[in-house]
């Protein structure tokens, strides 16, 4: 099956910077699509993007298709975007199998 | 209003208990869903259903069983509870089995002692 890594694991940030986390995918996909599980274990669907760009305030994200590959861009970041982000994808050549394949996050805490 | 709901959202338990973990969503889906999460924060699918019919069925043990009333509740009851099965299990729902985006419940929390 497809596999989903990303990186960093880990991600330490000042209030107020930016950071970009990555999602590699082994294989073509058809769902792309990015989570923020808060401190409080709430898993909160932040960009469904098979490819192309999107943008919802301070967070956007990129999934370069062709090459295997999706970027979250967090700017300006607050303490309240600290929790673990996942990314989750699908591959075309799935067949029947319809789930989706979730990577093993990355853990951001943004200090004051 | 809550989309995605699950209750309980704690549940604590002897080894060997049966169990059962309720959710409902209200948006109207066709398609619910059964995820754990381990210590490690991992997810993995358990179970999908379509309008009430069982699509996707991970290996599971077999004491783990999920039924669906409608395409708007989706129970997960787990016989005989093992130390192992601690962990947190998510329910969640999409528009389409095709069309995942995918909308998750709260959670609950299952600890086997």
């Known amino acids: 099956g497809i596999q989903v890594e990303q990186s960093p694991p880990d991600l330490i940030l000042q209030e107020g910077a930016n950071s970009t986390l990555r999602c590699n995918f082994s294989?073509?996909?058809?769902?792309l699509q990015w989570f923020h599980q808060n401190p409080w274990g709430q898993l909160i669907n932040l960009f469904y993007i098979p490819s192309g760009t999107k943008q919802n305030g301070r967070l956007s994200a990129t999934t370069v298709a062709t090459e295997r590959y999706s970027l979250l861009y967090i700017s300006s970041s607050q303490t309240t975007d600290s929790g673990v982000y996942f990314c989750?994808?699908?591959?075309?050549?799935?067949?029947?199998?319809?789930?989706?394949?979730f990577g093993s996050g990355t853990q951001l805490t943004v200090l004051p | 209003d809550t989309a995605v709901s699950q209750t309980p959202k704690y549940l604590v338990t002897q080894m060997g208990n049966d169990k059962s973990i309720k959710c409902e969503q209200n948006?109207?889906?066709?398609?619910m869903y059964w995820y754990k999460q381990d210590s490690k924060k991992f997810l993995k699918i358990m179970f999908s259903y379509n309008n009430k019919e069982l699509i996707i069925n991970e290996t599971v043990p077999n004491r783990f069983s999920p039924k669906s009333p409608d395409k708007a509740h989706l129970n997960l009851h787990i016989n005989s509870l093992e130390l192992g099965d601690s962990a947190v299990y998510f329910c969640a729902s999409s528009p389409t089995q095709w069309d995942e985006k995918l909308f998750f419940g709260s959670g609950t929390q299952l600890s086997v002692l």
């Open positions: 294989d073509s996909v058809n769902n």
């Open positions: 948006l109207g889906h066709d398609t």
């Open positions: 989750a994808a699908r591959s075309i050549s799935s067949g029947s199998a319809r789930q989706l394949t």
